[in-house]
């Protein structure tokens, strides 16, 4: 059981969009800063979103993040086949002093 | 361009030690403002950050496994290594060493490919 908690799946059709959310509490997301992870299987995570809503290069801009107290979203918009994957949320929990990651949200598109 | 190499034992056996080697090219673990790290993901827990290594010879564990972890360096090979003692089948894991940044520490920017530890007899 994961202290952040992620939906198993999400699914919705090519050029919709599709948002994950990730729920956590004071001592992660309510004060640090949430990462966010795709990972396709058999592959390493590769990182999505971090310093709040910033993309690595070659990211595309249809993946944005945001949070609101203890709850953190990624919305990926005009959805592909290539989008799917499974998507984690990251953060440091204060209380647990160690980095915590969400149970992995499964990305389908029909 | 940074590249990660994880290898080691496949097999391990229960109550043994477990060890992983990161191989780093196009980076020096010995060159400040990055931390090296370990990250293992089961079935049943997923992720899970294990420690992390900072060429000062700084370490910081994940308090859960503290006991039992241990992430060392070898400078002149450009590797890093990861111990953990006293193994069960809850440590059976792939197991990632990854990068982040000094200024940005916990987010993962460089990943190895993974390599799959089982705890059997």
């Known amino acids: 059981q994961s202290v952040l908690t992620q939906s198993p799946s999400a699914s919705e059709t090519p050029g919709q969009t599709v948002t994950i959310s990730c729920s956590g509490s004071?001592?992660?997301?309510?004060?640090?800063?949430v990462t966010w992870y795709q990972q396709v299987p058999g592959t390493a995570p590769k990182l999505l979103i971090h310093n709040y809503n910033q993309r690595p290069s070659g990211v595309s801009d249809r993946f944005s993040a945001s949070k609101s107290g203890t709850s953190a979203s990624l919305a990926i918009s005009g959805l592909q086949s290539e989008d799917e994957a499974d998507y984690y949320c990251a953060a440091w929990d204060d209380s647990l002093n160690a980095l915590i990651f969400g149970g992995g949200t499964k990305v389908n598109v029909l | 361009q940074v590249r990660l190499q994880e290898s080691g034992p496949g097999l391990v056996k229960p109550s043994e030690t477990l060890s992983l080697t990161c191989t780093v090219s196009g980076a020096s673990v010995k060159s400040g403002g990055y931390y090296w790290n370990w990250i293992r993901q089961t079935p049943g827990k997923g992720l899970e950050w294990v420690g992390s290594f900072y060429y000062s010879e700084t370490t910081n564990y994940n308090p859960s496994l503290k006991s039992r972890v241990s992430i060392s360096v070898d400078t002149s090979k450009n590797q890093f290594f990861l111990r953990l003692s006293s193994v069960t089948a809850a440590d059976t894991a792939l197991y990632f060493c990854a990068r982040d940044d000094f200024s940005e520490p916990y987010t993962f920017h460089v990943w190895g490919q993974g390599t799959m530890v089982v705890v059997s007899a």
């Open positions: 004071s001592s992660n997301i309510g004060k640090n800063t």
